[in-house]
């Protein structure tokens, strides 16, 4: 991935693609074989092990911020209302 290192598989809805890297950032870029169209760059938490899920209208991402007894894992549900 030119984006960072990640062992999750990018997600594709319509003509989107969500991926995230370990770093707790997402990617959004349009599915197009003739060129890489980025949309948008996402940074949530500062680690992500988990790929990204669609459920319905939403898209479910995991993150975690911290290290060792402090560390805290978010589970986010971001979509439309």
Same mark, same amino acid.
């Given at each position: 991935? +030119?984006?960072? %290192? /990640?062992?999750? =598989? &990018?997600? @594709?809805?319509?003509?989107? $693609?969500?991926? /995230?890297? *370990?770093?707790?950032?997402? =990617?959004? =870029?349009?599915?197009? +074989?003739?060129?890489?169209? +980025? $949309?948008?760059?996402?940074? @949530?938490? *500062?680690? /992500? =092990?988990?790929? &990204?899920?669609?459920?319905?209208?939403? $898209?479910?991402?995991?993150?975690?911020?911290? %290290?060792?007894? %402090?560390?805290? *894992?978010? @589970?986010?549900?971001?979509?439309?209302?």
């Amino acid at each position: 991935m +030119p984006w960072g %290192s /990640s062992r999750y =598989f &990018p997600v @594709l809805v319509g003509d989107t $693609i969500y991926a /995230s890297n *370990e770093r707790g950032t997402t =990617f959004v =870029f349009k599915a197009n +074989p003739q060129r890489f169209e +980025p $949309i948008a760059q996402n940074q @949530l938490g *500062e680690e /992500s =092990f988990a790929t &990204p899920t669609v459920v319905d209208d939403r $898209i479910l991402l995991r993150v975690a911020t911290g %290290s060792g007894a %402090s560390r805290k *894992e978010t @589970l986010y549900a971001i979509g439309k209302n």
